[in-house]
C-alpha cells in the first residue's frame, strides 16, 4: 500500500531547491537538537538567480497513526517568499502568494510547482506592476 504523503525531511528540501539552481541553507530545529531553543523541526532558505528566494519551514511533527505511517514525519510545511532580502507577495496571475508573502501547509507536490514558479519569474513584472499601478 503506497503511503499518502510524503514526508519532507530538511535534505530532501535541501535538494529540492538545489536541484532548481537556489543557493540554500538550512538547519534542523527540535528534531535533531532537543535543546534547541526554535519550536520547528527544520528550515531551508534558498535564493535563485532572479533573486527571488524562498523560506520553507517544518513548524512541527505531525503525529500518524500507525496504519498511516511511522513515527513522526513533516509532510506539510510553511513557505515564504522574499525579494531583496523582504517579504513579499507574488505578481497578480500566479497561482501562490497571492495578497500574502506565505503559504501554509504546503505538501511536497505542491511545493515543486512552488519552487518552478518563483525560479522562472522575471522580477521585472514587479517594476512593470508598479509603473502600471497595478501592485498587488
Not at 530545529?29 to 534558498?46: L, T
Not at 520553507?56 to 497513526?65: E, G, I, K, L, S
Request: with cysteine; glycine share 8%; aromatic share 10%.
Amino acid at each position: 500500500m503506497e503511503n499518502e504523503f510524503a514526508p519532507m525531511t530538511v535534505e530532501s528540501v535541501r535538494l529540492l531547491l538545489e536541484e532548481a539552481g537556489a543557493q540554500v541553507a538550512a538547519r534542523s530545529g527540535r528534531s535533531d537538537h532537543y535543546g534547541a531553543p526554535r519550536d520547528f523541526s527544520f528550515e531551508v532558505k534558498g535564493v535563485f538567480p532572479n533573486g527571488m528566494a524562498l523560506h520553507v519551514v517544518a513548524r512541527q511533527f505531525n503525529y500518524r497513526d500507525p496504519w498511516e505511517g511511522a513515527g513522526r514525519v513533516n509532510d506539510l510545511v510553511d513557505v515564504s517568499l522574499l525579494r531583496d532580502g523582504a517579504y513579499v507577495p507574488l505578481p497578480k496571475g500566479y497561482p501562490f502568494f497571492q495578497g500574502s508573502d506565505q503559504e501554509e501547509g504546503i505538501d511536497e507536490p505542491t511545493l515543486r510547482e512552488l519552487v518552478v514558479c518563483v525560479r522562472d519569474l522575471n522580477p521585472k513584472i514587479y517594476l512593470l506592476q508598479h509603473l502600471t499601478g497595478d501592485e498587488p
